[in-house]
């Protein structure tokens, strides 16, 4: 796929200064129209990342203005202008850019911590575990209440199912598979990714294929929940189902693609949608409440999930009661999605 249009290399930082967390890695960036998110993710490598790429994917003049004239503390920053494309087009296009021995995949709305940094600097100069290091992208803490609510749920397991520990602090460093690791805070070996490259067909989900096909070669997985960075989450229901939309396609496209991948908690939203039509259709059709039964089952279980996962994440009792509603946002949108993108290989959205 032939997605770049212009290409653009900043001179090498003379001024470049390392920080004791510094090490050989180059993170790349796709961003688009989201230029405020992009300046605090920047800063948040400035000093660490040796060299940043960041793909501007399709027309976004102050984007590309910034990047312009950009002064963070990296020792080269190269940019480049893309036509508008998947993400996983992106990512391929800019993975031949990177030069160190480790691959960052940070989103633009993202910034790193100074844990993680420092975690990730032991982890590879102590001998790295694993060829793919990963953790979890926790809420910022000066999100509004929906952005919290919303991470409340989805680091349940009643939201987020086997995907949770990726949106919170989960458990002990551990040798892990695809489940556990998110495209928005991912290192990679890059000698160990030089034979792979993203399936550009996916809208979503495409690390799960990557990191199928890296494990099936041998190399291993690594989450460690000290490795976190602060995710901007989406401050709208619209925004959030339509994201959460995405992930469910990005997964049923992964199964339809690779059978063997699937699990039965990724079809357990599209199995309830189901199940939750035939039963609104059959109450209606009869007139028997009873057929119900399974929306009485389901709403005391989210106040429960809601209710336990805010006390685990320390928040407020009103955000816990708040992610109850968010619970059939991600059900529905999943389960929507899932069915799409099994249904059909080729998505446009």
């Known amino acids: ?189 890059r000698h160990a990714i030089s034979n792979h490259r993203f399936k550009e067909h996916l809208v979503c989900n495409e690390e799960n294929w990557l990191l199928q096909e890296m494990q099936e070669n041998g190399n291993k997985i690594y989450y460690d929940p000290k490795f976190f960075v602060f995710h901007e989450r989406r401050k709208s229901i619209f925004s959030f189902f339509k994201q959460v939309l995405k992930y469910g396609i990005g997964r049923g496209q992964n199964t339809r693609g690779r059978p063997k991948s699937m699990r039965w908690p990724h079809c357990f939203p599209s199995l309830c949608l189901v199940l939750g039509f035939i039963s609104i259709f059959s109450a209606i059709s009869s007139g028997n409440i009873y057929w119900l039964f399974p929306f009485f089952l389901y709403i005391p279980t989210s106040v429960c999930a809601g209710l336990f996962a805010s006390g685990r994440m320390k928040e407020t009792l009103s955000i816990g009661v708040f992610s109850m509603v968010i619970f059939p946002v991600i059900h529905i949108a999943y389960g929507l999605g899932f069915i799409r993108g099994f249904l059909k290989r080729e998505i446009s959205i």
């Open 1 to 189: 796929m032939q997605s770049k249009i212009n290409q653009f290399s900043c001179e090498p930082n003379r001024h470049h200064k390392s920080s004791i967390n510094s090490i050989s890695l180059t993170a790349l960036v796709i961003t688009c129209e989201r230029v405020e998110l992009l300046k605090k993710c920047l800063q948040s490598l400035s000093g660490w990342a040796t060299n940043v790429v960041v793909g501007i994917n399709g027309q976004d003049k102050e984007s590309l203005l910034f990047c312009k004239n950009q002064n963070y503390d990296f020792e080269s920053f190269h940019f480049v202008e893309l036509e508008a494309c998947t993400p996983a087009a992106a990512r391929n296009c800019l993975l031949k850019y990177a030069k160190d021995d480790w691959v960052y995949f940070i989103d633009d709305d993202a910034e790193v911590t100074d844990m993680a940094k420092s975690e990730l600097k032991k982890l590879i100069r102590s001998n790295s575990p694993a060829e793919i290091i990963g953790g979890p992208n926790l809420t910022p803490n000066a999100s509004n209440m929906f952005q919290r609510a919303s991470g409340v749920a989805l680091s349940s397991r009643f939201g987020s199912f086997l995907s949770a520990g990726r949106y919170r602090a989960d458990g002990a460093p551990r040798l892990t598979d695809d489940r556990d690791m998110i495209l928005c805070n991912m290192v990679v070996n």
